[in-house]
């Protein structure tokens, strides 16, 4: 299995890639196809590193568009937990293969996920070619009374989906503060530190969450989970949109990072933005994601990225609080070491982008400026993972059916009748 990669552009450079078993075998200007290599020999194309979500839940393509404009807690009552009732574990396979056909689109070869019946989620990754950390998730109702039980299916959970081979990363799931106790979160921090296993979590995503902990346990939720023993480099922490600067550089010392979704957090009006220019003085690892597609409502990375920056320039009123080729490498994961991203070199995971350089959007200005001010995610043309072209010229074989799938679950699960 090798590939071949000949008339690339990288940096305004002329360069050709090959892949070998996975791996980047060669990279440089004069890059000759062998016998047996797939050969993509297209001009005009430019080779770049993929994008990275740090937080979705990838299944919830299936609520897509099933009571936008409402209230949070009104929408979670009267629409979510009722379609979720009815949720079979095939419909999870068959919603996050929608969602990894989306991100296989728009240029994301990894993404960090966090929903139910981790096990299809883990299989859909495997089937759709690319890379993810697969949570199972915890949710106690904040009663340690409910947790013997969930312990052992995470536990069964964790052994199966490290069962889906070497692009899937098991990962520990408690959903928040507010829905896991104090003694199932200490309980999983001993998980991480004794098997080294990743965690993520929501933290800080509203000014209510932040009240109601500083109210329960005395401590602001950065401080409360460092207490528990949950904050170090594999942790990965989603939101973070009320941490004060103290918690900030709490989290930069520990080296644990935080995802922001700034498009859920506009569309769900969590009442400000993510305080980038403090967590950039502090020295926080960033990464960026999109949330579910149910809060965003899409996958796009390359919009997000977008937003990121025009979200931070807008609330500091300074254009250069965040430059673009700074949003591009927290896009790319490249500031966080659990997101483990890789960097395009020899030895290294053939994971890639080729991307139309002859789009409107890309053929006159700034490669950094225009990947984050002017592109969409439709200026992918192959998405690469270990090695394995995903999609070519826009095309990703079996996309009809997973959306005629996906369309006819949806529709039972929200009694949709289009
Ligand atoms: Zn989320």
Redesign the pocket.
């Known amino acids: 299995m090798s590939l071949a990669v000949t008339a690339a552009a990288l940096d305004g450079e002329g360069v050709g890639l090959r892949a070998e078993d996975g791996l980047i075998a060669e990279l440089g200007p004069a890059v000759e196809p062998r016998p047996g290599d797939e050969v993509i020999e297209d001009d005009g194309l430019l080779l770049c590193p993929p994008m990275i979500n740090g ?3 990838a299944a919830m393509t299936l609520f897509r568009g099933f009571g936008d404009d409402m209230m949070l807690m009104e929408w979670l009552r009267t629409r979510i937990w009722p379609a979720e009732a009815k949720l079979e574990p095939e419909d999870v396979y068959w919603g996050t293969r929608l969602a990894c056909l989306e991100m296989i689109r728009s240029g994301t070869t990894k993404f960090v996920d ?1 929903y139910w019946h981790g096990t299809e989620v883990a299989r859909a990754v495997k089937d759709a070619g690319l890379r993810a950390m697969v949570s199972s998730v915890l949710i106690d109702d904040n009663n340690p009374a409910n947790a013997p039980g969930l312990r052992d299916q995470v536990l069964a959970s964790l052994d199966e989906v490290a069962h889906f081979g070497p692009r899937v990363t098991p990962t520990l799931g408690p959903h928040a503060i507010y829905t896991v106790s104090s003694e199932s979160l200490e309980w999983l921090a001993g998980l991480v530190e004794n098997r080294e296993i990743p965690l993520t979590i ?1 933290l800080s995503e509203t000014e209510g969450e932040v009240s109601d902990c500083v109210e329960a346990y005395g401590k602001r939720p950065a401080d409360y989970l460092d207490g528990l023993g949950l904050l170090g480099p594999k942790i990965v922490l ?2 973070g949109v009320w941490l004060d600067r103290k918690e900030l550089d709490l989290i930069a010392e520990r080296r644990a990072t935080v995802v922001t ?1 700034p498009a ?1 957090n506009m569309k769900l009006a969590v009442g400000r933005a993510f305080p980038y220019p403090e967590a950039r003085h502090s020295g926080v690892p960033l990464a960026l994601g999109t ?2 597609a149910s ?1 965003n409502s899409n996958l796009d990375m390359f919009e997000e990225v977008k937003l990121f920056a025009l979200l931070q320039k807008h609330t500091s009123g300074d254009p250069s609080t965040l430059p673009a080729a700074e949003a591009l490498a927290i896009a790319r994961g490249q500031r966080s070491a659990a997101l483990e991203a890789t960097p395009l070199a020899v030895g290294e995971p053939a994971d890639f982008l080729l991307l139309r350089g002859s789009d409107p959007e890309l053929s006159v200005g700034d490669p950094d400026a225009d990947l984050v001010y002017a592109a969409g995610g439709s200026v992918v043309d192959t998405t690469v993972v270990g090695g394995h072209v995903l999609m070519r010229g826009r095309q990703v074989p079996g996309a009809e059916e997973i959306v005629e799938e996906v369309r006819s679950r949806a529709r039972r699960l929200t009694d949709r009748r289009s």
């Open positions: 937080h979705t839940h966090m929501h989603a939101h979704n859920a949330d579910g809060s």
